[in-house]
C-alpha cells in the first residue's frame, strides 16, 4: 500500500533504500521509466522502500506492490521539511538522479549512510558520496537510473537483474477502467462493422511480440500476435498521438491528421486518438479544418477516446492498442511499460537520454519551428512504412 505521508517509526531489520526522484521532476516519461530501477531495488535487494517524489509517480505506482511507503516531496527539494521526513528513516541508502550543487549539499546534510548520485567534480571524492560515472552520452535515462540501483553491490545486481520480470511495472489500471475503455472501443467498432474485439485475449502474445523484437530474437510469432480480433480477419488499432508538450522535433497537427488518414487506408487498421481536457476542442477544430480542406470526414474513419479519467484511463487505452505512433516521449514511456509496440517520431537527441527500448525511430531532422511540409511528408511516408513493416503479414 502506497502511503501519501511517511511514517516515522521503522520497526523491520532491513536496510532502508530512498528513492529520491530528481526535483521539480513530474513528467510523464521520467516518472514511468522510473517504476523499472524500483522494482529492480525491491526484488533485488529485498530492502525497506521508501519513495520520495511528486504526484505523476504517486499516481502511477497505486496499485503496485513493490514500494513499501511513499512520501509526496513538499515545495523545493532542498528545504527543512523534506530533511526532516528524509531523516525520519536513518536510512541505509539514499539514490537521486539530481546532482546539482545545492542538492548535493543538501544530501550530505541528511543522515542518509551512502548517498548515490550521478558522478560531479562536487561528490566525487565526497565523504558519504557513491557516485555513477556515466562515460556513454548514449545512456538511456532508464539505464541511468539502473546503475544507481547497481552501485549498491554490483556483484548482487548482476546475479539477479536477469531474473526481474519488468512485467511487474507495468502501470495496473484498474478492472472498472479496463472495462469502460473495452466498452468504448466495442461501440466504436460497430461504426466499421466489427464485433470481434477482444483486447485481453491478445495481450499474452504481444507482450510476447514485444518481449522477442527487444532481445532481438527472430523466432516465428503468431501472425496475428498483434491483432486485437478473434476472427481470421485481424483488427489493428493504431494508436497516433499528436500531441506533446516538450518535445522540439515534432509534427504539425494537420500532419498528423494526414497520417492518421494514410493509416486508415491500411488494410484491417483503424487509427485511435486519446485526447484530454486541453487537447480535445484543438483536436476537433484541425479535424474541422481538414475536412473543408480534403472534402473528407475524417472522424469517421478514427477513433477519438475523450479521456476524463487521468493517467491509469489513458494506460488502459493504450493497452488495448496493436501499436502507437508518438512525438511524445511521456505517451512512449507509457506505452512500453505496458508492452505495446511503439514507433517514436523525434530527434536523433531524443533517442539517446530518452531512447525507447523499441528503438523503432523515425527521426525528425528540423525542430518544428522550421520544419517544411517536404520533411514532414516525409516523416509521415516512413512511419506508414515502418508500421507496415511492424504488422504480421
Given at each position: 500500500m502506497i502511503h501519501k505521508h511517511l511514517s516515522h517509526t521503522n520497526n523491520t531489520n532491513k536496510p532502508t533504500i530512498i528513492f529520491l526522484h530528481a526535483d521539480n521532476v513530474n513528467g510523464l516519461g521520467d516518472n514511468v521509466i522510473a517504476l523499472d530501477s524500483l522494482l529492480a531495488l525491491k526484488r533485488i535487494y529485498q530492502a525497506r522502500l521508501v519513495v520520495f517524489a511528486r504526484e505523476t509517480l504517486q499516481e502511477l505506482l497505486e496499485g503496485?506492490?513493490?514500494v513499501?511507503?511513499?512520501?509526496?516531496?513538499?515545495g523545493e527539494l532542498t528545504t527543512a521539511v523534506n530533511r526532516e521526513k528524509i531523516n525520519a528513516y536513518n536510512a541505509t541508502y539514499l539514490l537521486s538522479l539530481s546532482c546539482k550543487t545545492r542538492v548535493l549539499r543538501f544530501f550530505a546534510s541528511t543522515n542518509a549512510a551512502i548517498i548515490i548520485t550521478r558522478a560531479k567534480l562536487a561528490n566525487i571524492l565526497r565523504k558519504r558520496f557513491r557516485p555513477v560515472l556515466l562515460l556513454n552520452p548514449s545512456t538511456t535515462h532508464r539505464q541511468t537510473l539502473l546503475l544507481l540501483a547497481r552501485n549498491i553491490d554490483k556483484t548482487h545486481f548482476d546475479k539477479h537483474i536477469g531474473s526481474i520480470?519488468?512485467?511487474?511495472?507495468r502501470v495496473k489500471s484498474s478492472d472498472k477502467q479496463k472495462q469502460e475503455i473495452?466498452?468504448?472501443?466495442?461501440?466504436?467498432?460497430?461504426?466499421?462493422?466489427?464485433?470481434?474485439?477482444?483486447?485481453?485475449?491478445?495481450?499474452?502474445?504481444?507482450i510476447a511480440f514485444t518481449k522477442a523484437h527487444r532481445a532481438n530474437q527472430t523466432s516465428k510469432q503468431d501472425p496475428l500476435a498483434?491483432?486485437?480480433?478473434?476472427?481470421?480477419?485481424?483488427?489493428y488499432l493504431i494508436c497516433i498521438n499528436p500531441f506533446t508538450i516538450a518535445a522540439t522535433h515534432t509534427l504539425h497537427l494537420e500532419s498528423y491528421l494526414t497520417l492518421i488518414d494514410k493509416v486508415a487506408s491500411l488494410p484491417n487498421c483503424i487509427p485511435c486518438i486519446c485526447t484530454y481536457s486541453k487537447t480535445h476542442a484543438l483536436l476537433q477544430e484541425a479535424l474541422q479544418d481538414y475536412n473543408t480542406k480534403h472534402s473528407c470526414t475524417l472522424q469517421d474513419r478514427c477513433i477519438i477516446y475523450r479521456n476524463q479519467g487521468g493517467l491509469h484511463n489513458l494506460a488502459a487505452f493504450l493497452e488495448t492498442m496493436s501499436c502507437i505512433i508518438t512525438g511524445s516521449t511521456g505517451a512512449l514511456h507509457l506505452a512500453e511499460n505496458l508492452f505495446t509496440p511503439s514507433i517514436a517520431l523525434v530527434s536523433h537527441t531524443d533517442?539517446?537520454?530518452?531512447?525507447?527500448?523499441?528503438?523503432?525511430?523515425?527521426?525528425?531532422?528540423?525542430?518544428?519551428?522550421?520544419?517544411?511540409?517536404?520533411?514532414e511528408s516525409s516523416v509521415i511516408d516512413s512511419s506508414i512504412a515502418k508500421l507496415q513493416e511492424l504488422l504480421p503479414r
Open positions: 503496485l506492490d513493490f513499501d511507503e511513499f512520501s509526496l516531496l513538499e520480470d519488468f512485467l511487474e511495472s473495452a466498452r468504448f472501443l466495442a461501440t466504436e467498432l460497430t461504426r466499421f462493422s466489427r464485433s470481434d474485439f477482444n483486447g485481453n485475449a491478445t495481450l499474452k502474445s504481444k498483434l491483432s486485437l480480433s478473434n476472427s481470421q480477419n485481424p483488427l533517442t539517446k537520454r530518452w531512447g525507447s527500448q523499441d528503438k523503432r525511430y523515425i527521426i525528425i531532422q528540423e525542430p518544428l519551428s522550421r520544419i517544411s511540409k517536404e520533411l
